[in-house]
């Protein structure tokens, strides 16, 4: 399997320009999380879906980010407009969902957002 | 909401000297997550813990949940410089959701 894909891998605009980050999660996982990470407030959870639904968005910052999962494949984050400080890295992870415990969540490799 | 400290935030080793790094949750705990983040990289998970005053081991790397279940550690013995990295604990909220630890970077010198 590919692993979690994310693109771009790395991300440079201006402030006020919309930023859409893409992620494909590993087949036949029904969970899909998307995270930031930054030095200061470390690795945030955003939002989170589950077959597709969204599940709890409460950590989405504001109004200008978005997300969405149209299908079982395919998942975007959307920041409009875009802030200087939302520059971090942005992560996508998925899992099973299988567990009766807790599953693994296995990340993808990070988009690396810069906003001037 | 929850929150998760780990303690250090940082520690420099040399090469052949053991680390370990605490998870503390003032909250009992289901069961508890490690991941490892390379320098540049992605977390990546090494295991999880369930049951109260379990330990694990991995090869240098010993795991153990507190018996009360609020807290963790994990034990390097003989740091090597592929241990490099930020490790982070994560603990479940509810319906798959971690919440992650504020993570310990490691730096080990040869």
């Known amino acids: 399997d590919a692993g979690v894909i994310q693109s771009p891998r790395h991300e440079v605009t201006e402030m006020g320009q919309e930023v859409t980050l893409r992620c494909k999660p590993i087949s036949g996982h029904d969970y899909l999380f998307w995270y930031r990470q930054t030095m200061m407030r470390g690795l945030e959870l955003l939002i989170y879906f589950n077959n597709n639904v969204p599940i709890d968005d409460s950590g989405m910052p504001e109004d200008r980010f978005s997300a969405k999962m149209p299908n079982a494949s395919f998942s975007t984050l959307k920041i409009q407009p875009s802030e200087p400080r939302d520059s971090a890295v942005y992560f996508c992870?998925?899992?099973?969902?299988?567990?009766?415990?807790?599953?693994?969540?296995?990340f993808g490799p990070g988009t690396r957002l810069t906003v001037l | 909401g929850q929150q998760v400290m780990q303690i250090p935030q940082y520690q420099h080793v040399q090469e052949g000297e053991d680390f370990t790094t605490y998870c503390n949750s003032s909250?009992?705990?289901?069961?508890i997550q490690w991941y490892k983040q390379r320098p540049g990289g992605h977390p990546v998970f090494l295991i999880q813990l369930v049951k109260s005053g379990e330990v694990k081991k991995q090869k240098r790397l010993t795991f153990q949940f507190g018996e009360a279940k609020k807290n963790s550690s994990l034990h390097i013995t003989a740091t090597q410089t592929t241990d490099v990295g930020t490790y982070f604990c994560a603990v479940n909220t509810g319906f798959q959701k971690l919440v992650f630890g504020t993570g310990t970077r490691l730096l080990v010198s040869p």
């Open positions: 992870a998925s899992s099973t969902g299988q567990s009766p415990t807790t599953d693994t969540q296995y």
């Open positions: 909250t009992t705990l289901s069961n």
